[in-house]
């Protein structure tokens, strides 16, 4: 009897720290991302801006890549469709948010519902071959329609976003507000995001990774649910790029290109693919090593395919993978 | 059994693009062919050049995808690294084209092998994906290394003096050197063809392709298969970057450039089949030239246009097996 008490005991003790614990980290997480722009110098705050940003891009791939199995080569094009809309409709309609947010996103979804509707159809290797031709298209398109595009100058004189509350408009000119801005989405995706890999939708798409052929078998219209999570990782990767156009007033073809593809899927594979936070830990990462070597070398992408080539080879999944090791290995020492 | 509504969407989606294919490129054709069928003869010529240099690459390309799964993303670095190996070679050893073309492309073989028995190898129980985010890796670490030794600037490959120089075709003259690439692609593709249809080596490759599981249970070394089909993948993009040193020129980023065209031949083509990237290649690569010179601003629009008419209507390609 006493036995039995003491290990309720111990048994609701424990209960009660994995609580704690599951709560400390990202409370922990919070407290110190609302606390950085009080510390931070400004270079380092649009460094953890951008961060965000591309957390956010990220983990708009993870949703195909690590969730559904979608391999997607060419998630850059959303991420550009996002940036340049957002831009060119800052310029030429009004550089209010309500103006510009939903044209940019509105562009990348249709955009994700034509290459999507036409991708989903092949299979695997057919379909990250044709998401990367796509995108390649679109960054001729960027490239070459100089008139609209500014062409390989990218797209400059983006006027700053307002929010049309006070008259001059300058609300989220300021770094700091605009660092909370990005927060404040960043946090509505992630949270967002969860919940739908948590719902009965985002359970059907780890079914049509793990075996297509059985949830077709049960009733499910793979098609449908795979152009769903298509064109909703593509509204986000735009939301990406329109944030990215409000931090840096500027909308670069590069964006388009197979770099900016290849480098938001190195930021998933070496994060973690499969997980949420992992991909914005990748988003980190990489930007920060970028930083860091970009200011003693110019052999950036030599290190970042040194770097993603070791994690193939020896990190499969990532840092959450490594992270979870250490776990397994103290707690089984413990 | 796909729904009546998604195959009337496809069909109509096709017919709209074979539409605006016919509008830009096909009428303008067949009038520039009746107007001026000098021209139109010599733009057919350079078409054929680029078509049978695509050919190098695609063909590798296609194979290797097709007997290991593995779609090589640092295909297009082989391309790039065989033209900048060359260039080194004839710089270093006074202007001999000729050892360039036959030692960049032994040179790259040998990255092959040893890309693929050191890296691709260790993971391939781990599936096909890590082998594709692996050579990803490497086109990444190639480009560097080429930026790093040769620079940013746009080269062109010198070449002999024997190929200088025009021949007459039609009453017309024609680069001698782009001939002689038109002849040697053709005989190389007629020696590729031989090799895989007509030889004991070309039939376990084939079979290779089709099941490679069964040819090693019938006692064949299939992973030995994978390296010489991966080197010798290599050595043919390496070869076609040597011979359009002069035609097409140098830049970084000309990988990535011609890794898409690959891609879009062995889409159209099917993978997997020397007959599908020949077919997909004198396809694309004709249609690409026609509409560089008839549509200059949407050149690569119009090539995208033929391969989703392709997709649409033929998912495996035009010469491709039915996906498993």
Known sequence: MEAIRVEAGARLAKARLSLARRWALPAGVLVLLIGCPLVLPQYLLSLLTEVLIFGIFAMSLDLLLGYTGLVSFGHAAFFGVGAYTAGLAAIRLSPHLGVTLPLALGAAALAALVIGYLCIRTAGIYFLMLTLAFAQVLYAVAFKWTPVTGGSNGLSGIPRPTLGLVPGGGELADPIRFYFFVLLIFLLVYYGLRR????????????????????????????????????????????????NTYLNVFASPAQLNWTTSGQVLVMVIIGGAGTLIGPVLGAALVLLLQNLVSTHTDRWPMIMGAVFIIFVLLARFGIVGIWDRLVARLARRA | MRPVRDVLVQRLLALLLIGLVTWLLVVPLVRLAVTAPETAFIQLLNG?????????????????????????????????????????????????????????????????????????????????????????????????????IWGADIRSLPYSPLLQGAVEILGRPYPKYRFAAIIFGLVLALLLWLLLERTRLGSIVRAGVADPEMVSGLGINITAVFTAVFAAGAALAALSGVIAGPILGMHPGMDFDVLIVALIVVV???????????????????????????????????????????????????FGRSTA
């Open chain 1, 196 to 243: 739908v890999v948590n719902s009965p939708f985002g359970h059907t798409l780890v079914g049509i990774r793990e075996n297509e052929g059985r949830m077709r078998a049960i009733g499910y219209d793979v098609a449908r649910y795979k152009l769903a999570a298509f064109v909703l990782a593509g509204v986000l990767a735009g939301l990406a790029g329109a944030l």
């Open chain 2, 48 to 148: 054929l050049a680029y078509s049978l240099l695509i050919f190098l690459i695609a063909t590798g390309f296609s194979l290797i995808f097709g007997i290991m799964d593995v779609i090589n993303l640092a295909h297009g670095s082989f391309y790039m690294l065989g033209a900048y190996i060359a260039y080194s070679i004839v710089g270093r050893s006074g202007d001999n084209f000729w050892l360039a073309l036959l030692a960049a492309p032994l040179g790259r073989g040998l990255i092959g092998v040893v890309l693929e028995l050191g890296y691709l190898r260790p993971v391939y129980r781990r599936g096909h994906l890590d082998q594709v985010l692996l050579t990803f890796g490497f086109a990444y670490v190639f480009s560097d290394i080429v930026r790093t």
């Open chain 2, 268 to 318: 159209v083509g099917g993978l997997g089949t020397f007959a599908g990237s020949f077919w997909g290649s004198l396809l694309i690569g004709i249609a690409d030239t026609f509409g560089k010179v008839l549509q200059p601003e949407f050149s690569m629009a119009l090539t995208f246009a033929v391969m989703a008419v392709v997709l649409l209507l033929r998912p495996t390609g035009l």
